[in-house]
C-alpha cells in the first residue's frame, strides 16, 4: 500500500506530501490544475520512462519520494532480496533529478538502478485509465491476465519448464546429427589418419631424441679418424710403449742410481695408470660413434615421417599421439553415432509428449476459465449500465506452440448484440471503454496481488446512475485494498473514502500546483463544485450532502 507521496520542485509543485490511507482515495479539481502531475510525479519515483523536464523551472534538483508499506508474501520481497536489499521496516522509493536530466534513484537510501525501481513498480502500483496502453488494452497481456484469474501459474511455469527441455532436446539431437553429418563426411579420412598414425606410432619427445641421435650420427664420420689417431698415439705402440720402456729402463738402472730414480719410476707409474683411463675413455668414445651408415639412414627416414605427419596434420610432433586419440574417438562417434542419434530422438519425443500434455492441460484450463469469466464480466456489466453489451474470452489455438503454451488469448467485445466483435481497444470508446476496464479490474482482482490501483478519470464519458455505479464498483474494488482514483464524476468523489482537491495558484511570478486533504464540510463544498460548476448553489449542496448520505 502506498503511505506516503512526498514531491519536491517537479513541476508545477513546490512541496507537497500526501499521506494516503487504505480503502479508496479520490482526487478532484477544476481541469487544468495538474491532477497529472501526481501521477507523473508518481511513475517518476517508480522509474517510469516519461517527460525528462519535470525539474520546476529555477529549482536546482526535483525529488519524490514514495512510502510503501509490503505484507507478507508480496512479491516486491522476491526482487528486493534478488537484489540485495530488504524491506522489513517498509519499503522508502527516492528519486531526484537534476535540469540537465541526471537522475539517481534508491532504495531505503541505498543507491539502486531505474531498472530495478520499473521491477518492482510491477509489484507495487497498477494505473489504468481511458487511454490505458499497456494494461488491460494490451493484447500482448491478456493471456497473463487469464492465467491469473484461473489460478494456472504454476501450470503456466511447468509449461515454460517444459518448453525450454523440449528445446534443449532438440538443439542436441540438432547439435548431434550436425557433428554426425560432418564427421561422416571425413569418415575414409579418418581412418587412413588413424592407420597412417597407428602404423608410424609416434611417442611425445621422440622428435628431439631422433634428432640429438641424428646430429651426433652426423658429426661421429667427421671426429672418429682424429679420435683414432689419439688413440693409436696413446696404445702400446705410442705413448703407452713408450712410457712402458722407460719404466723398465730406470727400474733396471734403479739399483746403481743410489736412490735417484725413485721418484721418477713412481711418477711414471701415476702417468701410466691415467694413460690407461684415457685410453679406455677414447676406446668408449669409438665404440659410441661406431654405427652402420643404415641406422642413419633408417633414424633419418623416421624422424621425417615424424615431421612430414605434424605438418600435415597441423600439430607439433610431440601432440600426433593426442591427435591420434582425438581422431580415434571422432571415428568412434561415427561408428555408434547412429545409435545416439536414435537415443537423442527418443529424448526429444519424451520432451514433446511432455511438453503437449502441459499445454493441452493449460489450454483446457484457460478455455474454462475463459467461461467464468465471460460469465463474471456479464455480472459487472449489468448495474454499469451496459446489460446490452457482450465479453468474450477469446481462447485460440495459434498452431504453434511456445513457452506460454499454444493459445492466443484476446479479450473482445461487442457493444450490442449483434454487433461485430472485436478487441476491446478497437472497438470500445469513451465511456464505454472506461466502464469495460473497470467491470475486467473488478474480475481479474479475485486474486489480486496487493497491488495500488490507480484510476485515471476512468469515469470520463459517463454520469448520474451509471456514474454511481462505477463509484460503487469503485469502492468495491477498494474494500481490504487500496485504490487511488483522479475523478471529474460527483457521484465516484462522494463514495471516497478519503479526498483530496488538487487546486493551482498564480501569484504573477510563479504558477503552482497544491493537493490537500478536506474535511466533511469541504467535501460538500467541493462536489457541490463538481455538480454545478463555478456558481455554487443551495440546491447543488443539498444535492452534495445527499450523495455523500449515500
Known sequence: MLHTLSIRNILLIESLDLEFQSGLNVLTGETGTGKSILLDSLGFVLGWRGRSDIVRRGAAQGEVIAEFSLSDGHPAHEILSEAGYSAEDGL????????????????????????????????????????????????????????????????????????????????????????????????????????????????????????????????????????????????????????????????????????????????????????????????????????????????????????????????????LAQTTEAFRARLLDIDTGADHILELQDAALVAQKTYDTLADTLSQNRRAAAVQLDKAMMAELAPLKMERAVFTTDVTDTGQSGPDGKDRVVFKVATNPGAPSGPINKIASGGELSRFLLALKVCLTSRASGLTLIFDEIDRGVGGATADAVGRRLANLAQGGQVLVVTHSPQVAALGGHHWRVSKSDDG???????????????????????????????????AEVLLAG
Open 92 to 319: 522508502i522509493l527516492r528519486r531526484t533529478n537534476n535540469p540537465d536530466g541526471r537522475k539517481r534513484a534508491y532504495i531505503n537510501d541505498k543507491v539502486c538502478s531505474g531498472e530495478l525501481l520499473r521491477a518492482l513498480s510491477e509489484t507495487l502500483v497498477e494505473i489504468h485509465g481511458q487511454n490505458d496502453d499497456k494494461g488491460l488494452l494490451d493484447v500482448k497481456g491478456h493471456r497473463m491476465l487469464l492465467d491469473n484469474f484461473a489460478g494456472v501459474t504454476e501450470g503456466a511455469a511447468a509449461v515454460r519448464v517444459a518448453w525450454r527441455d523440449l528445446a534443449s532436446a532438440r538443439k542436441t539431437l540438432t547439435d548431434a546429427e550436425t557433428k554426425l553429418e560432418e564427421a561422416s563426411r571425413d569418415a575414409e579420412f579418418l581412418r587412413h589418419s588413424v592407420a597412417e598414425l597407428d602404423e608410424l606410432s609416434p611417442e611425445a619427445g621422440e622428435d628431439e631424441m631422433l634428432d640429438t641421435q641424428r646430429r651426433l650420427m652426423q658429426a661421429a664420420a667427421r671426429i672418429r679418424e682424429g679420435i683414432s689417431k689419439a688413440h693409436t698415439a696413446v696404445s702400446m705402440d705410442g705413448a703407452e710403449g713408450s712410457m712402458s720402456d722407460a719404466i723398465r729402463w730406470l727400474e733396471d738402472a734403479a739399483p746403481q742410481a743410489g736412490g735417484h730414480l725413485e721418484e721418477p719410476t713412481e711418477a711414471l707409474g701415476r702417468a701410466l695408470s691415467e694413460l690407461a683411463d684415457a685410453q679406455r675413455g677414447i676406446e668408449d668414445a669409438l665404440s659410441a660413434l661406431d654405427f652402420n651408415p643404415s641406422e642413419l639412414e633408417h633414424l633419418e627416414e623416421r624422424l621425417f615421417a615424424i615431421r612430414a605427419l605434424a605438418r600435415k596434420h597441423k600439430v607439433l610432433p610431440d601432440d
Open 509 to 543: 511570478k510563479n504558477t503552482l500546483t497544491d493537493v490537500r486533504p478536506l474535511d466533511d464540510s469541504e467535501r460538500v463544498d467541493e462536489i457541490a463544485r463538481m455538480l454545478a460548476g463555478d456558481t455554487v448553489t443551495a440546491e447543488a449542496r443539498s444535492a
